[in-house]
């Protein structure tokens, strides 16, 4: 089942394996060391939208035990990665311009760290991608918008 996107083949093929899907997260987070060290998980991915479980565990807690403020952005960032990969076309790229979020709540549990944008969002100039990190319970802990700069390829 070809998706057109390397990274949505890549995942399917992960897929047809035992464990693929862990295996697929794996290895996607070994792209970018930093993001190994909160033990990812790619819940969903698919084009637009990539959803990614950060567990809550004493390595990724702060000073009074919820999860830290920057694992959760390190899962933002992750999500907002592998989709802007899986959604991006082919004749352009993109970079990160910087992350703003808001803490609205304590995180407490696992928590889900959503990535999502328009599909006719993909032209040259800035994206606004939204980020949003949701509880076990369903309550959002930490939003915001990670800014892309987008741009045509260069010729080869």
Known sequence: MS????????QAKFNRLPFGQRLFSK????KAPYFKTIKPF?????????CVRLPKRKAVHNHIGTVHAIA??????????????ASIPKHLRWLPKGLN???????????????????DAWQPG?????????????????EGIIPLWVTEKPKK
Do not use: Q
């Open 126 to 142: 800035d994206v606004n991608v939204t980020v949003k990190a949701t509880d076990a319970n369903g309550h959002v802990v930490v």
């Open 3 to 10: 998706h057109n996107n390397y990274l949505l083949d890549m």
């Open 27 to 30: 290895v996607f987070a070994a």
């Open 42 to 50: 790619i819940e969903t991915l698919e084009p637009n939208r990539c």
């Open 72 to 85: 959760v952005c390190n899962a933002l960032e992750m999500a907002m990665g592998a989709m802007a990969e």
């Open 101 to 119: 979020v808001n803490y609205v709540a304590k995180s407490t549990t696992d928590l889900i760290a959503e990535a999502t944008v328009d599909a």
